[in-house]
């Protein structure tokens, strides 16, 4: 077994520390993603019900290239 380097410890402690007891799924954030796009790009607060998808957003790379897609492309569209 190999053992871990401190950054990567700290990452784990990191990201434990950020997990909620409710957490969104990557389906559940990609399922509101575009209502949590259109609500920042208005400029508008995010309601609690998209909450989560901003919390998933901070924690999930993949989720969050998907949504920077969506915001370059909803940019140009209007």
Partial sequence: MMALS????????????????????????LKDVAEFAEHALNGKSIPEGLQAVEHHLANCAECQEEYE??????????
């Fill in 6 to 29: 401190k950054e990567e410890i700290d990452a784990l402690i990191k990201s434990v520390s950020l997990t909620r007891s409710e957490e969104a799924t990557c389906d559940e954030c």
């Fill in 69 to 78: 897609a969506l915001l370059t492309a909803l940019k140009t569209t209007k």
